[in-house]
């Protein structure tokens, strides 16, 4: 069974621009969940999408969006780049809805922004 | 509020003695606490978790506790070896939104050989 897998694994982009990240989750998986792993801050919520639906969202601005598609893969979408949005981010799907079962990681996407 | 706190930031530990970390969570309605081990430069990877209508729950060498009136979770590891040296975060769900799933902000282990 393949796992979680996200692309691009590394990109660099300049103040200002904007990057899309995809997550493909394990087949079978409805939920897909979001996190920005950066030192010393650990996995911070982003948002979690079920069915093709947004169920809930992290304390992040509005230039943070994502959606869902009907094959479970999502996108999450980061418009006017600033030097604080560089890090890891991680997406994780699961069978369950988020915070109620076992959350499978992908290897994330690093996201340098110069 | 739906902070998750998690206790030591770092940990050294001899091979062999025991680590433990400890959270607390905010929402009494918690029902569902799980650990997740990272090693460098992998992904997090659940390593056990715990349900509300227990509280304790063991898996070799790791067990988890879980005190709902104190509303706080431990991760035990006897016998450490090198290969637990990692980060280990702890998680709670906010079941007053949605069930968001928060971690604390992780345990850095090493190991001394």
């Known amino acids: 069974k393949a796992g979680v897998t996200q692309t691009p694994r590394y990109l660099i982009k300049t103040r200002g621009q904007q990057v899309t990240l995809s997550c493909s989750p394990i087949s079978g998986h409805r939920s897909v969940s979001w996190y920005q792993q950066t030192p010393g801050q650990g996995l911070q919520f982003l948002f979690e999408?079920?069915?093709?639906?947004?169920?809930n969202k992290g304390n992040f601005p509005g230039r943070f969006s994502g959606r869902q598609f009907s094959n479970s893969r999502s996108e999450m979408n980061v418009s006017t780049l600033e030097l604080g949005d560089s890090a890891l981010y991680l997406c994780a799907s699961s069978l369950e809805r988020g915070g109620t079962g076992e959350l499978f990681f992908g290897e994330g996407s690093r996201l340098t922004v110069l | 509020g739906e902070n998750v706190e998690q206790h030591p930031s770092t940990l050294s530990v001899q091979e062999g003695d025991s680590a433990v970390i400890k959270c607390t969570y905010s929402d009494s309605a918690s029902n569902y606490f799980p650990w997740y081990k990272q090693e460098l430069g992998k992904r997090p990877q659940l390593i056990i978790d715990i349900r509300s209508n227990v509280g304790e729950k063991k898996d070799q060498r790791i067990a988890v506790t879980l005190n709902k009136t104190a509303k706080h979770f431990s991760l035990h590891i006897t016998e450490t070896q090198p290969e637990d040296s990692a980060v280990y975060f702890c998680a709670a769900p906010h079941t007053s939104n949605d069930y968001k799933l928060s971690f604390g902000a992780g345990t850095t282990v090493t190991v001394r050989a």
């Open positions: 999408y079920f069915s093709e639906t947004q169920r």
